[in-house]
């Protein structure tokens, strides 16, 4: 069974930094695309970003392009989300994803809060 747990959301002002982190269980993660997407209160999830399983391609939602980096340690099975210059809109919960092994695979999010 595949587990993929987040950690490292927290509150933060805007212009702040914050990572995020989300450990995957199992021994095939270096295999896969891992994603990150978000949800705002009253709002749908969205899709954040992608990277693929070489880590030199990686794609971003307009909304966070240049600010948000996605990275991954295969050796640590774990993908990672720095986001900097955060904005008061970029509030949600944050959530791991991977299509691992045929079936689709959601951590339990993580709380991300941008005051201003």
């Known amino acids: 069974q595949v587990q993929l747990v987040e950690s490292g959301g927290g509150l933060v002002q805007a212009g702040g930094s914050l990572r995020l982190s989300c450990a995957v269980s199992?021994?095939?993660?270096?295999?896969?695309?891992m994603n990150w997407y978000r949800q705002a209160p009253g709002k749908q999830r969205e899709w954040v970003a992608t990277?693929?399983?070489?880590?030199?391609?990686?794609n971003y939602a307009d909304s966070v392009k240049g600010r948000f980096a996605v990275s991954r340690d295969n050796a640590k099975n774990t993908v990672y989300l720095q986001m900097n210059n955060l904005k008061t809109e970029d509030t949600a919960i944050y959530y791991c994803?991977?299509?691992?092994?045929?079936?689709?695979?959601w951590g339990q999010g993580t709380q991300v809060t941008v005051s201003w």
């Open positions: 994803n991977g299509f691992i092994a045929g079936n689709e695979y």
């Open positions: 199992g021994n095939i993660f270096s295999r896969y695309a």
């Open positions: 990277i693929h399983t070489g880590s030199s391609t990686v």
